[in-house]
């Protein structure tokens, strides 16, 4: 099966500071990921699509410049926090789709907590 | 914009009992996706239906996508405590945003 893994898996930063996080696809090459963002006992959201080669579509009320997402390959996509704050303090989950669009792979998340 | 609902959004049942978690849309979705996610894990793809009336089976699990096209359920015969986790419903396709529905949270007791 397609496999997506997340680096860090947990990450604890002073706020005021960065945060990148890596989704890559293993085993195929995705030309579109996506960012979600998920809060303790609650849905995922959605927070941009990442195309590779071409700049990210955010969704309205996610800031684009505090999240930077960069999709250089077909195997990679960054998320970077930048300037973190407590209330960043988040799961952050990728996805990546392989052949059909219905298909979304997931990645096993990234636990940011900012103090 | 698109919006899932799902229900029941909290069951806790006993091991060997069946049960019915339902997602419900206003919206017409091309395709919707069923996930099962466990805590401090990303969600796992359980299956995708795109055709109205559709019905897949994964073992004990039986998916139903509606015939409009706008709601889906799933049927678990005779739960066990590995099937606890969280339920997603999700719906989308191509030029269509993905949307997740609130979930439900599903606890099988031994």
């Known amino acids: 099966g397609a496999v997506v893994s997340q680096h860090p898996s947990r990450v604890i930063c002073k706020s005021g500071t960065s945060v990148k996080i890596e989704c890559r696809s293993l085993?195929?090459?995705?030309?579109?990921m996506f960012w979600y963002r998920q809060f303790p006992k609650q849905s995922l959201m959605l927070m941009a699509t990442?195309?590779?080669?071409?700049?990210?579509?955010?969704e309205q009320g996610v800031e684009k410049d505090k999240f930077l997402i960069n999709h250089a390959s077909l195997t990679l996509s960054t998320l970077t926090v930048t300037s973190a704050h407590p209330e960043d303090s988040s799961f952050y989950i990728c996805?990546?789709?392989?052949?059909?669009?219905?298909?979304?792979?997931f990645g096993p998340g990234t636990r940011l907590l900012v103090l | 914009t698109q919006l899932l609902e799902q229900s029941p959004q909290f069951l806790s049942i006993q091991e060997g009992e069946n049960l019915t978690v339902y997602c419900n849309s206003s919206?017409?979705?091309?395709?919707l996706q069923w996930y099962r996610q466990e805590p401090g894990e990303g969600p796992v793809l359980l299956v995708t239906?795109?055709?109205?009336?559709e019905v897949k089976k994964l073992k004990r699990l039986t998916f139903q996508f509606g015939d409009a096209r706008k709601d889906s359920s799933l049927h678990i015969t005779a739960a066990q405590p590995g099937d606890t986790g969280l339920y997603l419903c999700?719906?989308?396709?191509?030029?269509?945003?993905?949307?997740f529905g609130p979930g439900t949270r599903l606890s099988v007791l031994p």
């Open positions: 085993d195929f090459q995705a030309t579109t």
């Open positions: 999700a719906g989308g396709g191509y030029g269509q945003n993905f949307v």
């Open positions: 919206s017409v979705f091309s395709s």
């Open positions: 239906v795109v055709t109205g009336g």
């Open positions: 996805s990546a789709i392989l052949g059909s669009w219905e298909t979304q792979y």
């Open positions: 990442s195309n590779e080669g071409s700049k990210a579509t955010y």
